[in-house]
Nanobody, 124 residues
Framework: QVQLVESGGGLVQAGGSLRLSCAAS????????MAWFRQGSGKEREFVAT????????VYGESVKGRFTISRENAKNTVYLQMNSLKPEDTAIYYC?????????????????WGQGTQVTVSS
């Protein structure tokens, strides 16, 4: 079955950086759109970023543009989220998601598979 396993979360001070990883199995990774979402305490799940099959095309949520970078390494079935200039409002559980099909989407309902999430906490 499909498994998405996130890693790399933790506690960081404001202005710092973290790199999240998501290892995928049980799917044809090179033909799967990948994305990151996040959910803060008491908030709705929020789109962070998505990347196309080959990694050439990316889309970002407004709140992370210019600070976060999504990338993928198809040979390793892994997608990454490099997070720089972190702010306290970036504190959330970050989820990796996978979508059957060719097109990138920013709605969580469009994604078929989800990881268990990794906690990111940014202190002020």
């Amino acid at each position: 079955q499909v498994q998405l396993v996130e890693s790399g979360g933790g506690l960081v001070q404001a202005g710092g950086s973290l790199r999240l990883s998501c290892a995928a199995s049980g799917l044809t990774f090179s033909r799967t759109v990948m994305a990151w979402f996040r959910q803060g305490s008491g908030k709705e799940r929020e789109f962070v970023a998505t990347v196309s099959w080959g990694g050439r095309n990316t889309v970002y949520g407004e709140s992370v543009k210019g600070r976060f970078t999504i990338s993928r390494e198809n040979a390793k079935n892994t997608v990454y989220l490099q997070m720089n200039s972190l702010k306290p409002e970036d504190t959330a559980i970050y989820y990796c998601a996978a979508r059957n099909g060719q097109f990138m989407k920013d709605q969580s309902s469009e994604y078929n598979y989800w990881g268990q999430g990794t906690q990111v906490t940014v202190s002020s």
